[in-house]
């Protein structure tokens, strides 16, 4: 592993490695954070997938948030992590700037693509990856296939995402024992989710009761196996590991390292699915401020 940097945070100091690892250290009883170490920031609602669970709506029109103009963007911390997602977000005419400022700015930046665009834009990802512009991709899997898992070992970071209650059995035989690194997001009723969990509820259902019998034997089959918070207390993650594996593993709360951010409505919030939403600000520390104290007044 090398370092990519090191930050102080509020009462604690933070080390990002190459691998995607993240080291907190503090003298203290808790982390207290005074800025989000990774944000999730949504920068384009345009996507031609048409996923029917799609819980941010996105549409073949969708439109693409202002990426250049944000002067939040001018106040964020050296090695903060930034999740580039949308819609597609290689659609967005501005991304290769985006992506240059951050990196001016040593922000340390991912992008999640659809499996299908990740595998019909292998010039456009390879760019982005050599010339260093992200450190992390996220490929979210539509079908798991032999040609899919040969591609996606092509790339030292890549992550698969799934959805608990749309992964598959079939998709878990494709993919296991071949060294890859697989996030479980938690199912979204948000937008297109709910409308979609009310046609299919039962299909769901049993997906994510297979999942949650046998998500201890998948573990041993990846070399990484990660959660969203959703997941976490969709699958009740906490159920496999020690106390101290716990404490030492779970990155906190939603809102309490971590924030969201729409480019496309100009707004921001806790986490993607949370209803409360407030406008963009010039200062990302007055925005985390507010995310923070939302969810320590939720406790």
Same mark, same amino acid.
């Given at each position: 592993?090398?370092?990519?940097?090191?930050?102080?945070?509020?009462?604690?100091?933070?080390?990002?490695?190459?691998d995607g690892t993240k080291?907190?250290?503090?003298?203290?009883?808790?982390?207290?954070?005074?800025?989000?170490?990774?944000?999730?920031?949504?920068?384009?609602?345009?996507?031609?997938?048409?996923?029917?669970?799609?819980?941010?709506?996105?549409?073949?029109?969708?439109?693409?948030?202002?990426?250049?103009?944000?002067?939040?963007?001018?106040?964020?911390?050296?090695?903060?992590?930034?999740?580039?997602?949308?819609?597609?977000?290689?659609?967005?005419?501005?991304?290769?700037?985006?992506?240059?400022?951050?990196?001016?700015?040593?922000?340390?930046?991912?992008?999640?693509? &659809?499996? +299908?665009?990740?595998?019909?834009?292998? *010039?456009?990802? !390879?760019?982005?990856?050599?010339?260093? /512009? #992200?450190? $992390?991709?996220?490929?979210?899997?539509?079908?798991?296939?032999?040609?899919?898992?040969?591609?996606?070992?092509?790339?030292?970071?890549?992550?698969?995402?799934?959805? &608990?209650? +749309?992964?598959?059995?079939?998709?878990? *035989?494709?993919? !296991?024992?071949?060294?890859?690194?697989? /996030? #479980?997001? $938690?199912?979204?009723?948000?937008?297109?989710?709910?409308?979609?969990?009310?046609?299919?509820?039962?299909?769901?259902?049993?997906?994510?009761?297979?999942?949650?019998? &046998?998500?201890?034997?998948?573990?041993?089959?990846?070399?990484?196996?990660?959660?969203?918070?959703?997941?976490i207390e969709q699958l009740?993650?906490?159920?496999?590991?020690?106390?101290?594996?716990?404490?030492?593993?779970?990155?906190?709360?939603?809102?309490?390292?971590?924030?969201?951010?729409?480019?496309?409505?100009q707004n921001f919030a806790?986490?993607?699915?949370?209803?409360?939403?407030?406008?963009?600000?010039?200062?990302?520390?007055?925005?985390?401020?507010?995310?923070?104290?939302?969810?320590?007044?939720?406790?």
């Amino acid at each position: 592993m090398r370092q990519l940097g090191m930050y102080i945070n509020g009462n604690y100091k933070v080390k990002i490695f190459s691998d995607g690892t993240k080291v907190r250290e503090t003298n203290e009883n808790e982390f207290i954070a005074a800025f989000p170490e990774n944000m999730d920031v949504k920068i384009t609602n345009q996507c031609d997938m048409g996923c029917i669970f799609c819980h941010e709506d996105s549409k073949i029109d969708g439109k693409h948030g202002d990426i250049l103009n944000q002067i939040f963007i001018n106040t964020l911390h050296p090695y903060t992590e930034m999740a580039i997602g949308g819609g597609n977000p290689l659609s967005h005419p501005d991304l290769i700037p985006f992506l240059e400022k951050l990196k001016v700015k040593k922000i340390i930046a991912n992008i999640t693509v &659809n499996q +299908v665009h990740f595998e019909t834009s292998q *010039e456009l990802i !390879k760019k982005l990856v050599n010339e260093k /512009l #992200i450190y $992390g991709l996220g490929v979210s899997l539509v079908d798991a296939s032999k040609g899919f898992v040969e591609l996606i070992k092509q790339y030292d970071n890549a992550v698969i995402h799934v959805i &608990n209650g +749309v992964l598959k059995p079939s998709d878990i *035989e494709v993919l !296991k024992d071949n060294d890859l690194k697989m /996030l #479980i997001l $938690g199912y979204k009723h948000f937008r297109r989710g709910i409308s979609w969990y009310e046609v299919r509820q039962d299909d769901i259902t049993t997906k994510q009761e297979w999942l949650y019998k &046998n998500l201890a034997e998948i573990t041993k089959q990846f070399k990484v196996v990660s959660f969203d918070n959703l997941a976490i207390e969709q699958l009740n993650v906490k159920r496999l590991m020690s106390e101290k594996d716990w404490n030492e593993f779970y990155m906190g709360d939603d809102g309490m390292y971590t924030m969201y951010v729409d480019l496309v409505n100009q707004n921001f919030a806790r986490c993607s699915v949370a209803e409360k939403r407030y406008g963009l600000l010039d200062n990302i520390e007055d925005m985390f401020n507010i995310v923070r104290d939302e969810k320590l007044a939720m406790k």
